[in-house]
């Protein structure tokens, strides 16, 4: 969680120029006339870096598995030469100085591997640090939905966190429901800015 060197989206950014896909904050530049105009229609419910590293350090006191988890994550990444453990840091370190023909090979390739990586086919043992990256920020949101006096609510974020994030709702109030599910593409090419990033899912009360 902490010492990170690059802010995550401006990382995200970089591997979508080099997949030649579409960034996905992007997706919000046609709505920021509206946020600018109504802000209080346009929240950021998330968890922020601070409660993430208040949760991390209470995890670390109190919760043995997670510290032991957490210390043998830190052990392997020492053990390992730098970037070889992160097959997207590899990646664009390999596309930096290659050919326009090569980096669309490499783009071909890497959106491949995105694309098996969100439909959960590429196998990778549990991080201990998905108890803050996901687990916390579901609980988060699921604490803010809850707690909303809104009626109607549309919410952007990663569809990994959906199952996370509806079963803390249902632990809040079993009324909660699945209205309905539409299935969209999780990623799109730059020439097709129509397409939506993620899946739209209705519950509600």
């Not at 997706?27 to 419910?45: E, L, Q």
């Amino acid at each position: 969680m902490r010492g990170s060197k690059q802010d995550l989206s401006a990382g995200y950014k970089k591997m979508a120029e080099q997949c030649g896909l579409s960034f996905q904050l992007n997706y919000f530049d046609p709505i920021k006339a509206d946020m600018a105009i109504h802000p209080s229609r346009h929240i950021t419910a998330d968890a922020n870096i601070l409660e993430m590293n208040t949760e991390y350090d209470r995890l670390l006191r109190e919760d043995s598995a997670f510290s032991a988890g957490m210390a043998a994550k830190a052990a392997k990444a020492n053990a390992t030469p730098s970037n070889s453990g992160d097959p997207f840091a590899l990646f664009l370190g390999i596309v930096e100085g290659a050919t326009p023909e090569q980096k669309k090979l490499a783009g071909i390739v890497c959106r491949g591997v995105l694309g098996m990586a969100v439909s959960g086919t590429l196998g990778e043992e549990k991080d201990p640090s998905n108890r803050i990256i996901v687990d916390f920020r579901n609980k988060t949101l699921a604490h803010y939905v809850d707690e909303s006096k809104s009626d109607k609510i549309y919410i952007t974020y990663g569809a990994v966190h959906f199952p996370g994030f509806f079963a803390e709702l249902k632990q809040r109030d079993p009324k909660f429901t699945i209205r309905s599910v539409k299935g969209v593409r999780p990623m799109t090419l730059p020439d097709e800015p129509h397409l939506a990033p993620s899946a739209v899912v209705g519950a509600a009360k």
